[in-house]
């Protein structure tokens, strides 16, 4: 736990040297000062010199969150003068005794934070750290790594989109504890900076306030293990297309899917055997098919170099012209079924495209009769002013009901076509490749035909056919080898994805020691909602007050942002914000024990609101809060005075302005520490 | 006034059977929606109409033909191949073959024009159909819709339409 001592600015212009500093102390406490006074400025101050300029959406380094007037051109008593350098400082006090104070640039090197360490006995050691270059990485010069640990806030790990590493920075946990006047009051956690990339990093951020290390631990698992399932099953869903092509482009057609989880795929995969769904589903044993080549090249290569040869057998022409007449014949079958087959593809896309089609004209007709635009009501004939029913000319207007149904009726015809042009393009495939097959053996046997007409004598004719047979067999001999090494390898790639399947490590589950810190969160959230008057919350429904997965407020498994009126928006943000902190101190959690509101009452020029949040901050459960609570805000003079009846401190800093000009001095370089604005309390 | 399945389910309930319906295997097509074509005709003056006066005017035979395209932009393809041979009656016939089906025995479309002209939202002018410019129930459909970005298709299908050679010639030949 800390709290904020101070925030200073201060600089050097060309009127002189300026400065201003507003002093805070524990609890809660309300500094009220006109508009224009500089409010906004003190506050940017502090997640500046945090380094967290991100969540205003700047890149790093990027002071043009503070207004000009600490940047370029300030005025005093209405005369201009230009800023030469300007800085920031804020204290902080640790629980322990140990103050840090943190200096920052704000025109000049803003590249830099200066820490002053200041002991419980007064020795102070001072070092620069760079403000976001590696700030969480760097050990030695990293801001945010000296700031976690100055804080003994743990590193904690979160998931990228990419698949990556994050740390939790500054930035992510600040949103939850510093509502600005500009976005703060949007949404919870409107700050949060998203350009990161970090997955659920809002829920990272909450878990981490509330000390719950294990729960931000198991997130890390839980999204790790989607992202490895993800991966896993795209990796499937590629291995399955590669290997359906590839087995049709050798003419055979399997059932194989990537359906299902992870462990179903991993137990249906460990069944499969591309070798014996072969031998069941087409008769194809490539082994015995090898051998049974291989024995017929050995007795090929035998007639043609020692067995004898029949002189008066004359049936080697008529043997290769039967040869070419049966592989033309089954090369003109396949070349009819690839016709139909390409036929029946086409005019199926053309179906499917007239369905889609009609599908979004059907879709665009819900929308139209839903939204009413174009419904003719009353119409009535322009001479005889009677009214005219379509019925009479044999139109009618659908309902919107049935359009619904015609829009079912179309998608279901649409899956319907979708998967039979997949099976269609399946089938053509294996047509395609099956044709390539007979079209290279009718090239060869035509070959063959040829040297065995060319050949003269019965002796050259049969030599010629057993030749040419032979290398038919040996080419037919190296396909299969071919096919083979490509199912082994396909296979070797199945079993691979199974045991990598077998091996992933599913994520584990919170541990219940989380659940009873988001209770103590809920509950706090409950008494706070009620504290301010939220419009959608009584006594009555305070037990039905909950958190949902992401740590959006619910009532009765409805979000609270939807509830209630537009004004109890700024009421249910400031709710939320309190009660994590209160949350965090119940349950011992990580909470810096810091919250900053600004302007909460500008968020909403209803007087009601006005009036609920003066009287949450008279109440005991604002006063007596555990943890330090600075509000800016501009109260009139009436509200001042009561709410310092109630009890409660409200700060109104001298002047006009925050920033006033110092007592002229001898010129230095070194911007005046001193003169600070009085606060009166 | 009972529905055509009201009537058949009690006709069978007064039997043994028991009678189970599937409301989406009897909707009726989008095309058979009063206020669908309505947009399509809007569309089509929109589109292809020619401001003459206080009118916008189209041929009737064009309106015809474009809007019964439109509903059905995959015919696109056989407009623009028989446009391409309108010069050769043989191959012109054999092209506008897959067009004719369902085209001549467009009945609805004759209706719908009667209902708008009847309706003052349309006048028959020698051949022509015209939309008084002052009348708002087709132009405010067609904004709204185009505002609301609904039936890009069949508006885009017009504006391809437009850019192909129609003739009468074409149109009246059927």
């Known amino acids: 736990m800390i709290t904020l001592e101070s925030i200073k600015v201060f600089g050097k212009s060309t009127a002189g040297n300026f400065s201003g500093e507003l002093p805070f102390k524990s609890g809660l406490q309300v500094v009220s000062a006109d508009n224009a006074f500089g409010k906004s400025l003190s506050v940017t101050t502090v997640a500046w010199c945090l380094g967290a300029e991100t969540v205003f959406g700047l890149p790093d380094n990027d002071p043009s969150c503070f207004p000009l007037a600490v940047r370029d051109e300030i005025e005093f008593g209405g005369k201009p003068s230009a800023v030469v350098s300007s800085s920031c400082a804020i204290s902080l006090l640790h629980k322990d005794g140990r103050r840090l104070k943190l200096t920052r640039p704000i025109k000049g090197d803003c590249a830099k934070i200066t820490a002053d360490e200041i002991a419980k006995d007064g020795v102070v050691r001072t070092s620069v750290f760079s403000a976001r270059y590696r700030t969480m990485q760097d050990e030695t010069g990293g801001f945010q790594y000296f700031f976690f640990a100055w804080l003994g806030w743990p590193h904690q790990k979160t998931v990228t989109f990419k698949g990556g590493e994050s740390e939790i920075y500054a930035e992510n946990l600040l949103p939850l504890f510093y509502i600005d006047q500009d976005e703060g009051w949007t949404d919870i956690q409107s700050l949060q900076v998203s350009r990161y990339g970090q997955q659920q990093i809002g829920e990272f951020a909450v878990e981490y306030l509330l000390g719950g290390l294990d729960a931000t631990a198991a997130r890390v698992a839980q999204l790790r293990s989607a992202q490895m399932t993800g991966a896993l099953k795209e990796k499937a869903r590629i291995l399955v297309d590669r290997v359906v092509a590839g087995l049709i482009g050798h003419g055979w057609r399997i059932e194989m899917s990537s359906f299902g989880s992870i462990t179903e795929l991993a137990d249906r995969w460990q069944a499969i055997s591309l070798k014996d769904i072969l031998k069941s589903n087409f008769d194809v044993d490539l082994g015995k098919r090898l051998s049974s080549l291989r024995e017929r090249v050995e007795k090929l290569r035998q007639s043609l170099t020692d067995a004898p040869i029949d002189v008066e057998d004359v049936s080697a022409p008529v043997t290769a012209s039967q040869r070419v007449i049966e592989l033309k014949r089954r090369r003109h079958r396949l070349s009819e079924d690839a016709s139909t087959s390409r036929s029946q593809v086409e005019q199926t896309e053309v179906l499917l495209e007239s369905l889609e089609d009609r599908l979004s004209a059907a879709e665009d007709l819900f929308r139209l009769k839903t939204i009413g635009i174009g419904r003719i009501d009353h119409i009535e004939c322009p001479t005889c002013h009677r009214d005219l029913d379509p019925a009479t000319f044999a139109l009618s207007s659908q309902s919107s009901e049935s359009i619904e149904n015609h829009i079912e009726a179309l998608k279901r015809d649409r899956d319907l076509l979708s998967r039979n042009l997949v099976s269609m393009k399946a089938t053509l495939s294996t047509i395609h490749s099956e044709l390539e097959v007979v079209s290279s053996e009718f090239r060869e046997a035509e070959r063959a035909l040829l040297n065995v007409t060319s050949a003269v004598g019965t002796v050259r004719e049969a030599l010629a056919q057993t030749a040419a047979e032979l290398a038919s067999a040996e080419r037919s001999i190296d396909r299969v080898l071919e096919i083979s090494k490509n199912i082994e390898a396909w296979q070797s790639e199945i079993d691979a994805w199974v045991r990598e399947a077998k091996g992933v490590t599913f994520a584990m589950t919170a541990s219940s020691d989380f659940t009873s810190k988001k209770r103590a969160f809920a509950d706090a959230l409950a008494n706070y909602l009620l504290a301010f008057g939220h419009s959608a919350v009584s006594s009555d429904n305070l037990a039905a007050v909950s958190l949902n997965e992401q740590y959006t407020p619910m009532l009765n498994q409805k979000r609270l942002r939807s509830l209630g009126s537009a004004s109890d928006q700024s009421r249910l943000i400031a709710a939320y914000t309190l009660a994590l902190a209160q949350a965090s101190v119940q349950v011992d959690g990580l909470h810096p024990g810091l919250v900053i509101l600004d302007e909460p009452l500008q968020q909403n020029p209803d007087p009601t609101h006005r009036e609920r949040f003066l009287s949450f901050l008279s109440k005991e459960l604002a006063k007596k809060v555990p943890f330090q609570v600075v509000i800016f805000t501009s109260l009139r003079q009436g509200e001042i005075t009561q709410l310092r009846r109630g009890g409660v401190s409200v700060v109104t800093p001298e002047g006009t302005k925050f920033l006033t000009l110092e007592a002229r001095q001898e010129p230095s370089d070194v911007p005046a520490e001193d003169s600070p604005t009085t606060p009166q309390s | ?174």
């Open chain 2, 1 to 174: 006034m009972p529905t055509e399945s009201q009537i058949l389910s009690e006709l069978l309930a007064g039997t043994s059977a028991s009678p189970y319906v599937h409301p989406e295997r009897i909707a009726p097509s989008t095309v058979y929606d009063l206020q669908y074509r309505m947009f399509v005709v809007a569309a089509c003056l929109r589109v292809s109409g020619k401001v003459e006066g206080a009118f916008r005017k189209i041929s009737a035979n064009k309106l015809r033909l474009l809007q019964f395209v439109a509903m059905r932009p995959w015919l696109l393809d056989v407009v623009r191949e028989w446009s391409a041979s309108r010069k050769d009656r043989q191959r012109s016939l054999q092209s506008s073959q897959s067009l004719r089906r369902g085209f001549l025995s467009d009945g609805m479309h004759d209706n719908l024009i009667d209902y708008l002209v009847a309706t003052g939202c349309l006048f028959k002018q020698k051949g022509q159909i015209a939309e008084p410019i002052s009348s708002v129930i087709l132009s405010d459909l067609f904004d709204a819709s185009e505002k609301d970005g609904l039936f890009i298709t069949e508006t885009d299908a017009i504006r391809e339409l437009d850019e192909i050679v129609i003739t009468n010639d074409m149109l009246e030949g059927w």
